[in-house]
């Protein structure tokens, strides 16, 4: 029975195909390379940074090169103390335990602090920053240092790492976890519209343009606020071109959202190990607000919750006896 005429025209024209592929077939581009802005540490001495916040601010400082770029840290306190390490928020780097990590330095502890890529004097990557990007920075941190397992405490955004860190991570972590108005739970309706559109992929290719960027100096360039920690905010947005960049993808894919199964995963090992968890929070707490320490309760039920009356969102500068007493009490039991 003779081919039908489609068949034919099939074994006609697929060796033709084949042989055309086999010639407009082009190899994979080279992968790109990482690029990677610099930090606090590549602006000139005469920059007011260096007189708010210089890679000195804390005593043990170095630098440590990883595959996503150089990392700031410091260590002090006596070296054969137990070892805490300190995980800062969203915006400010490590000046926000100015007042917290000298306190447990003088009662024996030896602090690990440093600064989360793209902020202060860590460089920034030009890729996502989400919960991976920012574990595994601390993963390589503690090997590089030479600490096996260090207690874990967080602030704000740094609270979304210790979790996302202690799930992924439980061998790197002691028995004490603390968490200070903690991020991680956070729903968009509680992300300003402003918030939002500032993080828009639209709106940081005009924030990376020139002019903006000359706009955003000249504020800068203005008397200081007498505020350091606003101040640092807003020097870093205005010099560091990765730090508005690092901000808006920490804000739209970082560990600010989405981390409840990372929480309950934290509550799960901690119980089962016979760890323990402390939760620090400020009532008037307008940025993470303070129902989201029940919401962490839920998902880590034998949770201690520390409530301070009043206390906002930066509860480590306004209230830093209150939350240093907190973790010592807890770390000491």
Known sequence: MPPSSAFQWFLLVCPALVILAYFFTVFPHTPDS????????????????????????YEGGAYAKFPYGTVRYWLIGPEDGKRVVLIHGLSVPSIIWKDVAPQLAAKGYRVLLYDLYGRGYSDAPQTTYDANLYTTQLALLLQYVGWNKAHVVGVSMGGGI??????Q???????????????????SSDMSRTTKFLSSPLMQVVSSSAPFRLYLRYLADQKASGNPIGDIVRLQSAYLPGYNPAIASSIREGPLRSLAPQFAALGRHSRKTNGS???????????????YASRVQTLIPHSELVTIEGGPHDITIS????????????LER
């Open 34 to 57: 990482l690029y990677v802005h610099p930090s606090l540490a590549s602006l000139p001495k005469s920059s007011p940074t260096w007189s708010i916040y210089p890679e000195t601010f």
């Open 162 to 167: 210790a979790a996302a860190f202690a799930a």
């Open 169 to 187: 991570f439980p061998h790197l972590v002691t028995d004490k976890v603390v968490l200070i108005a903690s991020a991680g739970l956070m729903e």
């Open 277 to 291: 968890v402390l939760l620090i929070w400020g009532t008037a707490d307008n940025v993470v607000p303070y129902r």
């Open 319 to 330: 209230h830093p006896n209150e939350v240093s007493n907190a973790i010592l009490q807890f």
